[in-house]
């Protein structure tokens, strides 16, 4: 079990870049200044004295996430524009794919994150927030093999239990016309090769079709 502060340092490092900039500075003005000020000539001066004294250090520490998270932006941002056709997308591990589609959430404007939620084949991958409506979002990183009905019926009961808005179910592959066809009318989109390839590019900036 993780202790608190490494739950703290992992909840920065899954955050944008700048939380962390901002968490530090706080840190440090309240041990530098603010709680000096309010324990001044109290039984707990001492205590003033040492928080100056070790401001910025514990304020530089929690500038890691932030260099975490920066790092890992960039890695992904290169991930995303390595992209260039079918063949790039189906080389990838299935770790890297579910990254590259992460990614390109966050870029078509989403506030993504990891989920282990149970279901078929790890059930939610990805839980996507905008404009107060939630998506869950599952990778299937199958070259050859079709996404089936099974997975989409899987996957609309999770929309359910877990009061979500949308579901996406995004493959490098394909889908059978039957998962198709029980998708059809309901709050669940297929997203396959061809379309995926379009998302990332859009992503990237590039014009839509």
């Known amino acids: 079990m993780l202790k608190r502060n490494d739950d703290i340092f992992e909840a920065l490092a899954a955050s944008p870049w700048w939380v962390s900039v901002v968490v530090s500075f706080c840190i440090f003005m309240g041990l530098r200044f603010i709680l000096p000020a309010l324990v001044q000539g109290s039984l707990f001066c001492r205590l003033g004295g040492l928080c100056q004294l070790l401001a910025k250090w514990i304020a530089l520490a929690f500038l890691i996430p932030g ?21 790039t997308v189906c080389s990838l591990s299935w770790r890297a794919f579910e990254e590259l589609v992460g990614e390109a959430y966050r870029r078509h404007g989403y506030s993504v ?3 282990s939620g149970p279901g078929a084949d790890g059930g939610v991958d990805l839980v996507a927030r905008k404009d107060g409506e939630t998506t869950l979002i599952q990778c299937k990183q199958w070259r050859s093999q079709q996404v089936g009905v099974r997975t989409v019926r899987e996957m609309f009961g999770l929309l359910h239990a877990e009061r979500a808005d949308h579901v996406h179910i995004v493959t490098a592959g394909s889908f059978t ?13 297929l997203v396959d090769g061809p379309p995926l390839l379009e998302f990332v590019k859009v992503a990237l900036g590039y014009p839509s079709k």
């Open 113 to 115: 994150t990891g989920n």
């Open 67 to 87: 260099a975490i998270s920066a790092f890992r932006s960039f890695k992904r941002g290169e991930l995303l524009e390595g992209q260039t056709s079918i063949s």
């Open 177 to 189: 016309d039957e998962a198709k066809a029980f998708a059809r009318g309901k709050p669940i989109r």
